[in-house]
Structure formats: C-alpha cells, structure tokens
C-alpha cells in the first residue's frame, strides 16, 4: 500500500504542476455533469428531479462514475440527514436512518424505517443489502415518508437502486481495481459488462462481478489478518420491445458472498467496566481492551458468514392513448449462515452461530397518465408475501469449561422461529392543475397487513455440551408463543406544488403513514423480570408537514426544505444488558418523538473546470411522550425523557470541489470532499454511541482522449476516522462494537470496448 500512495502523491503533483484551464474537451468527460438534470421515478413515473415535490438526492449513471460510487457506505455522510451504515454483526445488512428515523436491527423480522427498493420490487429484510454494487443507472435518497406510493416502511425515506440496461448498441465495460490502507491485507475487484441488441425487438445484457477481500484489519489476537470476504455476483437483463405498445424487461441476478464474521471491537463499557475478565469468575481475558477511536480488537472466534441471494424482477409496460399500464413482479431468496464473537475479547465467553432464510413475492399493477388536461393520476394495486426463518444460538461461557477441563462444551441457548408476512394496498395520487403556475397534488394508501409468528425463546431452550439443544429449521425447537394479528391503515397526503418562476418551484404537503406492528423473533427476556419486554410492538404513527423550494440558475442549482415530524408510539430496538444472556434485543413501542430540521443542498459550477457541491442539515429531536421505560430502571421519570433519540445525528454537513484538467492530450478530473457527521447514541438508553465522523476523500482520474480508458486513484476517509456499526453493553462488561473499515488507499483501471 505505500506503493498506491506514492502512486497518489505524485499524480497530485503532477495535477498541480499542469495547466488545468487549458483542457481540449475531446472525450467530453467533465464533472460539470454533476449539474446536469436527473430524470426520477420518486412518483412512480419518469420526470425532473427538480419538479417532484420531494426532498430528495439522485444521482445517474454518470454522474455516479463521476463520484466512484461503489455501495452504500459510499453514502453513508454527504446527503443532509441521511445516515447509511452496515450494522456490521452481519456484514450487508442497511440500518439506514434519514431525518433521525431509523431503527437498529439485524433480526430478520425487525423491519426497517427506510425502504430499499430495487428495479422498482420492495426488499423485505434489511439484510444483503450493503454488498458491492455495480452497473448502476441511478439512486435516489427520498427523504420524508413515502408511505403513499412506497408503503411498507418508508416512514424515515426510500432509496430507489435501478439496474443499468441494454442499449441499442453492443457495449462492453471492465473494470479492474486494487485498495488497501488497513492494517490487513488489501482487496482486488473484478467488474464485467456486455449489451446489446440480439435482434431487432430484444436486447440483453450480462454483468459480472468478483470482489476478494484479504482481511483489512489485523486480529490481535493471532496477528492474522480478518475481514476475509469473497463477493460473487451474475447479472443478466433482457429488454423485449416487440411494439411502440409494449415492452418488458426481465433481471435475473445470483451473489453469493463467503467470509469472516465482524472485526468486534471491546472497548470500555457504559459503566467503566473493561474486557480483561469474564463476569467474575477466574477467567482473565488477556489485552481484550481498546480505544474507542482504535481499529485495535481480539477475537479468538474469527467467525464466518456466508451467504446467498437470488433476485428476480419482469416488468411489463402497456402504453396506451394517456397514459402507461405497468406490472412490476419479483422474488427475492435470501439464506444466511454466521458465527460471531459477540463478547469481542481474547477468550471463548459468547459466541452466536446461527442462520436464518428469507423469500419473498411481490407484484405490483398500476397506471400513470392523465385523466384531463389538467389532472394526472397514479394509481394501483400492491400485493407482498414474505416468510422468514430465523435460528439463533449463543455458545456461552466456554472459557469457564475450558478451564474445567472441558474444551469444546458450552452453556447453550437455542430459539428463533418463523415469521410470515401478508399485505394488499390500493393507492392513489392525483395531482391537477389549478393554472399554469399551481398544482394540487393529493394522495392516500389503503393497506391491509397480516403478521404471524411462530416463535421459540432463546432462554426456554437451555442445555450444557458441545451441541445446541434444539434446531428451528430442523423442527426440534419448541414454540413457546404464537400469535397473529391485522393492521387496517389509511395513509393520506395533501400538498401543493408552484412555480415561482422559470427556473424555480415551491412546495409544501402534509402525509400520515404508518408503520404495522411486528415481532421479535430474538427474544431472551424473562417476562418475569422485564415485564413490558414482550415480543410484539403495535403499530407507529407518523405525521410530517414539510415545506421547500428548488431552484436552478445558469451554473448550478439550490434547493432547501424544512420539516416537522411526530412520531406516535414510537417502535424502537432496546439492547438490556441480560445477566444469563449477555444481552437481549427488546422491541416495543417507546411512545411519542418529534423531529424537526431543515436541510440545504446544491451544486455550482464556480468556473469551466471547477464544480462544486456542498450541503448542511439538522435534526431537532426529543421525546414528546414516553409510555416505556428506556433506562432500566423500571419507572418512567425525567431521567427517560433527558435522553437522546438514538440514531439522529444533530448535524451533517458536506463539501466538494471536482476540478477538471488535463496531461496532454488525456483528460483529468480531481475530487476532493468532505463530510461531516455528528456523534449518535446506538442504544435507547445511551449506553452507546456511533462517532463523530469528519470523513475526507480524494480521487484523481485521467481518461483517454477517446473516453474509452479512465485510470483512477483514491482514499477515502483520509483521516481513518473510526466507525462502528453498533456498540452494545454487555452485562460481562465491555461492549461489542463490530467495526467498519477506516482508510482506504485504491487504484482502478476501467476500459470501455
């Protein structure tokens, strides 16, 4: 890796000592794109990112070139209001928060805030969702519930990935990249993609990735290097156009991902307490103990994970005289087996081996066009079937038998369950125009959601030997609760739309969506002694009122919004430090939180070769009404209400500059950016925080004067600023904080045939 960075220093040097103004624009690359119009479908229909009333940030395929985009965590600061992290237990599961609403979460049946959906088909559960991505057309970040047109839990935004496409013309892209920085060893990624037409009406297209990372961190406790992981993932598109009338495209995809489990880092606990003992018997824990702000652990248990999944979507358009017919199906498969350190220390104390199965089957109809001359309408059916399967065991106190002479046995605790979802919604919008300048734009989702559980609780089945005691997906596990239940919610919104001018457009509008009740299917809590721990939360409110402006002018564009959001019964993930479990995951109704913020952001072309894009936001937020106890001390009182709403960072903020250039007859652009987000609390009870994140990145890429070559360097997070996915207390003490990747160093070649 010091070979990358002398690589970087240099080509710096280089950027530095050439002419930047004197660039001949052969290739036509320039990060002027940056400005340039993105066509959305945030209503469900193709338009102007700049005329939808949303708040929202999109990015097209050039312009995600442009910035190197690779995943999600590439997005994880620089939107205002946005957090997008890897929970880190099991590598590529979202816990995305937008305007402070999220919720922490690897357990399968725990839905998610902010909704995911790919190729137009709603993702089901938060895991696989982080991996590589490649061969993008674009992503959108809607911020503000979506509940009208995207329904399930979409109360903090959506995210909307759509897949690149075949064209008319036979196309090839690879791309090669190399990148280190970390303590470990580095990482390789191999991309691949070929389109075109096979005849007159089809066109498909094959896209092709590998990624085999060696382990960026370094285990202290062997000196090995961990964070192994292996990516492998086929794509195949087909577009049918046999008519002006019709066409359909069809996606097919398989990944599969094999590797450690998370780099777990103990550092010092809520209460002061470290990680050189167990809990109180003579078991020592030798150099189990880290800072923080260190990407410094010991884990005798590297772990493993090792996953699959497999995607299918059709859409099918009908375009009629007004308007366009449209029928989005898809399945989605997804397993999941891991082992992880969940005591994160040098000793054997708490492993969690488990795996857990996901498929679900949706299908959506809907039309888009205009019923006059002055009303346009959206309007459809949505149907959505998915079954979980979820078995979780933790291995504890294995250092304890170990000592006793008996290696390889442990106090065992096995439960899970099974857990399927049914929904039907019916939605509408309506936007008419009053004049040519005023549009009212009215929505509403009728939904009907069944939930049904077969749950078996990790504490009811206990047992001391080399095996766990029962197994969910064998059958052998007994259920210790069973239930179903029905939500019927009405999700209406009002709003209004005005241009104030050429080249700028106010909006403001009122929404109620809901989030239905679900289930925990982790559940370790004796209801004895943690009463209101119970497996079922009910049903969330959420009311926002929002307000904002959008603005374009010669060299750039500008747009702001302010909001106001309140939160009734609350759901929320509580980590209890549990004496016989190490820690249980408690999911319930907390009561009412408002948020309130406002966001800026925008982009302006300061000269012909320098662009630059920067954006602020801020969260206001607080317990309005607490209906639960969230500190542990079994009473509701003002110790509650003063604490802070878990992942709701105060401020995020961000800028960029991107300075095009050029080395004789080869194209250059430089990028340099920074990103900055507040501390957040992890847990419901403060016990642990996410850190404050100042991230800097840099990048420096030349192209051919043909475009068909782009040699590129980057770093990011410059400063090897420290993240964790989560920071959860242990009763034991210490704590179990799986650790992100700091600073990367990388080089990348891309080729276009």
């Not at 442009?66 to 816990?95: C, Y």
């Not at 509940?147 to 959506?158: D, E, I, P, V, Y």
């Not at 802070?644 to 007859?665: C, H, K, M, Q």
Request: hydrophobic residues 35%; proline residues 3%.
């Amino acid at each position: 890796m010091k070979l990358i960075t002398k690589i970087m220093s240099i080509s710096f040097l280089l950027f530095i000592a050439f002419d930047i103004n004197s660039q001949e624009d052969e290739s036509n690359i320039s990060s002027s794109v940056l400005i340039e119009e993105v066509v959305v479908t945030a209503r469900k229909k193709e338009e102007s990112a700049q005329s939808v009333p949303v708040a929202l940030t999109a990015l097209n395929q050039e312009q995600l070139e442009i910035l190197k985009f690779r995943d999600f965590n590439d997005l994880s600061v620089g939107i205002p209001n946005v957090a997008m992290d890897d929970i880190g237990t099991t590598k590529g599961t979202q816990n995305f928060s937008i305007r402070g609403i999220g919720i922490n979460s690897s357990i399968a049946s725990v839905e998610p805030a902010v909704a995911i959906v790919v190729d137009g088909v709603y993702m089901g559960v938060s895991a696989g969702m982080v991996f590589d991505m490649f061969d993008l057309e674009s992503i959108e970040v809607l911020r503000g519930p979506q509940g009208t047109l995207f329904g399930k839990n979409s109360t903090g935004g959506a995210i909307l990935v759509n897949t690149a496409l075949p064209g008319d013309e036979i196309k090839q892209k690879a791309r090669v990249a190399f990148e280190g920085g970390g303590p470990g060893g580095n990482n390789s990624i191999v991309q691949y993609s070929y389109s075109g037409p096979i005849s007159d009406t089809l066109k498909a297209k094959i896209s092709l990735h590998r990624s085999d990372d060696e382990g960026y961190f370094k285990n202290s406790f062997d000196g090995s290097d961990h964070g192994q992981f292996e990516q492998n993932t086929v794509r195949l598109a087909f577009v049918y156009e046999p008519s002006d009338k019709f066409d359909m495209t069809l996606r097919i995809e398989n990944s599969d991902q094999d590797g450690s489990g998370p780099a777990a880092q103990c550092h010092l606990g809520a209460n002061g307490t470290g990680c050189q003992a167990d809990d109180g018997a003579a078991v020592p824990a030798p150099n189990s103990t880290f800072d923080r702000n260190s990407l410094d652990f010991s884990n005798d248990n590297a772990g493993y994970q090792i996953s699959e999944t497999d995607f299918v979507t059709a859409t099918l358009n009908w375009h009629v005289e007004n308007g366009t017919w449209t029928n989005v199906f898809g399945k989605r498969e997804y397993s999941l087996e891991v082992d992880l350190d969940v005591d994160a220390r040098s000793i054997s104390f708490f492993d969690a081996p488990g795996s857990s199965s996901m498929e679900q089957v949706s299908n959506e109809l809907r039309y888009s066009g205009s019923l006059t001359d002055n009303l346009d309408i959206t309007a459809g059916l949505f149907m959505f079937d998915a079954d979980v399967m979820v078995w979780d065991n933790r291995a504890l106190r294995g250092a304890l038998y170990a000592a006793a002479g008996l290696p390889g046995v442990f106090l065992w605790q096995s439960g899970g369950g099974l857990h399927n979802v049914e929904q039907t919604a019916l939605f509408t919008t309506l936007d008419y125009a009053v004049n040519d300048n005023l549009s009212v734009n009215i929505g509403v989702r009728l939904t009907d959601e069944e939930k049904e559980i077969h749950l078996a609780s990790i504490n009811r089945n206990v047992a001391v030997g080399p095996t766990p005691p029962c197994s969910v997906p064998a059958g052998t596990c007994t259920f210790d609760y069973v239930d179903n239940d029905a939500w019927k919610t009405t999700s209406p919104k009002i709003g209004f739309t005005y241009n104030a001018g050429e080249s700028s457009m106010m909006y403001g509008y009122w929404t109620r969506v809901f989030k239905s009740g679900g289930y925990n299917l982790r559940n370790s809590v004796d209801l004895a002694t943690f009463p209101d721990a119970s497996p079922k939360a009910d049903d969330e409110i959420v009311e926002t009122l929002e307000f904002g402006m959008k603005t374009d002018f010669e060299k750039g564009r500008l747009n702001w919004a302010l909001f106001n959001t309140m939160v009734d019964d609350s759901q929320r993930m509580t980590n209890i430090q549990d004496p016989v479990s190490g820690v249980a995951q408690v999911v319930k109704n907390a009561g009412d939180i408002a948020y309130r913020g406002f966001e800026v952001d925008g982009v302006y072309l300061i000269s012909d070769v320098v662009t630059m894009v920067a954006s602020v936001g801020y969260v206001h937020s607080k317990y309005e009404n607490l209906i639960s106890d969230l500190n542990g001390d079994f009473i509701i009182n003002a110790l509650d209400y003063a604490l802070e709403i878990p992942r709701a960072a105060p401020l995020t903020y961000s800028i960029g500059f991107n300075v095009d250039g050029n080395i004789g007859s080869w194209q250059s652009i430089s990028r340099f950016s920074f990103y900055h987000r507040d501390k957040s609390f992890y847990n419901e009870n403060n016990q642990g925080y996410i850190n404050e994140q100042d991230i800097l990145n840099l990048g420096y890429d030349v192209y051919s004067p043909d475009g068909k070559i782009n040699i590129g360097i980057y770093a990011k997070n410059l400063k090897n600023e420290v993240k964790h996915g989560g920071d959860t207390n242990l009763s034991f003490g210490g704590t179990f904080a799986p650790l992100a990747k700091g600073k990367i160093v990388g080089a990348e070649v891309v080729y276009k045939f």
